[in-house]
């Protein structure tokens, strides 16, 4: 079967649409932003007679900084996400009404981790500031991507977040952040069932097209925090903190998805769908083994570190 063209690929995936986003509405519990956030704990800053901000006011860990960080700049870049997935999916019908109700969500995650970070003094706020410029005026720019690879990629980025925003919380070891990461998260849980059911949809509907774009977003993973000031720094940093590492992403962002979708179990593929999957299951195995390898790396350091902490 011949590819769709862009405007019939809409059309045809809009039932899908429609019903998942009336699912997601029923769904999604309505949550306070506000109620997360230890108002009590918040003073002024220098320019209104307050206290400047000091590292020793942070109770987070410098990594614990480093990740809550990365995560808010992430989230911070809304309006470039908002751009690329109006540009796939539109502004009408369900696929529009989906795009605005996604961007409403997603505006609050930035908004309630920053009002966190900020009555705690978590994080330095001018630094801060001046990351969340830089991001923001480099943007975020998917390379105009076609809309089933919007839709594959989506799927592995929300998961991708939901599980740093989890593991973030977790390792802060402070109860309020991790509270307010979790119910985060939980709004990223129903962003990817949103976008891995339409990606399930679209296997059946073109599983040769679909199963290529799986493929394309798997080798060209990167999470969309990259334009970040020192975001490859930052990565290490919160790999090697077990927050987000590539054994994480093996296996607990892209291996269930793809079991979710039954990749290898497909039958029926073109030479084109199964070519795809050939070269995804040489990268998986690649991957895996690269995920082995940093983990034993990390092990030998942690255990180097430790017996110079006895001498
Ligand atoms: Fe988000
Ligand atoms: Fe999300």
Request: with cysteine; net charge negative.
């Amino acid at each position: 079967m011949p590819p769709l063209d862009p405007s019939s690929l809409l059309a045809a995936l809009e039932p899908t649409v429609t019903e998942n986003l009336t699912r997601h509405l029923e769904v999604a519990k309505e949550w306070m932003p506000h109620e997360y956030v230890p108002w009590s704990e918040g003073r002024n800053f220098a320019l209104l007679d307050g206290e400047p901000w000091s590292v020793d006011q942070s109770s987070l860990s410098a990594l614990g900084r480093v990740a809550m960080e990365v995560n808010l700049l992430t989230e911070d870049n809304l309006p470039s996400y908002h751009r690329e997935v109006e540009r796939a999916f539109g502004r009408d019908s369900a696929w529009g009404e989906w795009v605005h109700r996604w961007t409403a969500e997603e505006g609050r995650h930035a908004f309630c981790i920053r009002d966190y970070l900020l009555v705690t003094r978590g994080v330095d706020p001018d630094e801060l500031e001046r990351a969340r410029m830089q991001t923001m005026q480099i943007g975020y720019d998917s390379g105009d991507k076609g809309l089933l690879n919007v839709c594959a990629y989506v799927s592995f980025q929300e998961l991708a977040t939901r599980v740093s925003h989890r593991n973030t919380g977790r390792y802060t070891e402070d109860p309020v952040a991790e509270k307010l990461l979790a119910r985060v998260a939980m709004d990223e849980n129903l962003h990817m069932i949103f976008y891995r059911n339409i990606v399930q949809a679209a296997l059946e509907l073109t599983p040769d097209a679909t199963m290529r774009a799986i493929t394309e977003e798997v080798l060209d993973f990167q999470m969309p925090g990259s334009v970040i000031p020192g975001f490859n720094r930052k990565a290490v940093q919160i790999a090697m903190a077990g927050i987000y590492d590539l054994r994480i992403h093996h296996d607990d962002v892209v291996w269930p998805l793809l079991r979710q979708w039954g990749i290898f179990e497909l039958e029926g593929l073109g030479p084109d769908g199964e070519k795809a999957r050939a070269e995804l299951a040489e990268f998986l195995n690649d991957l895996d083994g690269q995920a082995s390898r940093f983990v034993e790396q990390r092990e030998e350091i942690a255990a180097r570190r430790a017996a110079r902490g006895r001498v």
